[in-house]
């Protein structure tokens, strides 16, 4: 039986850059990003695939780095909050956030973010409900986040729920 201490090299991209990380049995990819490479917009808070604060885009996917382990993510191409802007603007899912004020402390926002992105990316904007199930917001701005989400989607919210 596998006592974690296995070391495999795990070749993944994160945010376009190539990265060869030593990981063993039983890290997840939220240790790899979080401990490895310093990507600290991906957050933990409780480590079961509850909350969505950890999730990322793999390979075009919303996923819960919390859940994921790290050795069956190689070869992947990995997008966290911190890939979003580019230079000199914001990501437009993260523009309509600051424009309707969606957070209060941030510490799930960037899990919102990253869930929003693969869902207009891979999903296009069907099903905004959807999308972000499983995403918890302490703060209880489910409301603004709505409507910043729905101003990306085109689904015509207004933050008012309708
Ligand atoms: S920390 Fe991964 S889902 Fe909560
Ligand atoms: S803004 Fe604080 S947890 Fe969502």
Redesign the pocket.
């Known amino acids: 039986m596998s006592d974690g201490s296995e070391i495999f090299l795990l070749n993944l991209r994160v945010n376009g850059r190539a990265h060869r990380v030593p990981v063993s049995a039983d890290d997840t990819l ?1 240790d790899v990003l979080r401990r490895d490479l310093r990507f600290f917009s991906c ?13 990322v885009v793999v390979d075009g996917r919303a996923v ?4 994921a382990p790290a050795f069956t993510q190689d070869g992947c191409e990995v997008r966290t909050a911190e890939g979003l802007e580019d230079t000199d603007d914001l990501h437009p899912v993260q523009q309509a956030f600051v424009d309707e004020q969606a957070f209060q402390c941030s510490f799930c926002t960037p ?1 919102f973010l990253m869930s929003t992105v693969a869902m207009l990316e891979e999903d296009g904007p069907a099903d905004v409900e959807s999308a972000l199930t ?1 995403h918890l917001c302490r703060c209880g701005s489910y409301r603004q986040i709505m409507a910043a989400v729905g101003k990306v989607a085109g689904d015509g919210r207004d933050g008012t729920g309708e």
């Open positions: 939220l957050r933990e808070t409780c480590g079961l695939g509850l909350c969505g604060s950890c999730t819960s780095a919390c859940l899990g499983g």
